[in-house]
């Protein structure tokens, strides 16, 4: 069993800057890829980024491709989301995601992940 708890979240203005966090309970957080998701107010759940255990390719959602960046710390069983040059439409709830070893493209997919957190709401005002 793996708990996710995500942090960071909150008001900011266009063109800003939010890191979120993901912190996971348990001994095996080395084991699990990580992804983050985003559902916007009326829309589905859509993902953003994804890194494996490893920590080696990481995949990114093309539209935000340039203004995140996933990373993880398996010492500190977190995973990170840097997002820059925010935009309104980025307004979301921001979810984080486990997935026992998985690899490659599946991680794009929900389904994929065996675990969720309760997600972090990001604002993005223009």
């Known amino acids: 069993q793996v708990q996710l708890v995500e942090s960071g979240g909150g008001l900011v203005q266009a063109g800003g800057s939010l890191r979120l966090s993901c912190v996971a309970s348990g001994r095996t957080f080395s084991s699990y890829a990580m992804g983050w998701f985003r559902q916007a107010p009326g829309k589905e759940r859509e993902f953003v980024a994804a890194i494996p255990w490893s920590g080696g390719t990481t995949y990114y959602a093309d539209s935000l491709k340039g203004r995140v960046t996933i990373s993880r710390d398996n010492a500190k069983n977190t995973v990170y989301l840097q997002m820059n040059s925010l935009k309104p439409e980025d307004t979301a709830d921001y979810y984080c995601?486990?997935?026992?070893?998985?690899?490659?493209?599946?991680?794009?997919?929900?389904?994929?992940?065996?675990?969720w957190g309760q997600g972090t709401q990001v604002t993005v005002s223009s």
């Open positions: 995601a486990a997935a026992l070893n998985r690899l490659g493209g599946s991680l794009y997919y929900r389904a994929t992940y065996d675990y």
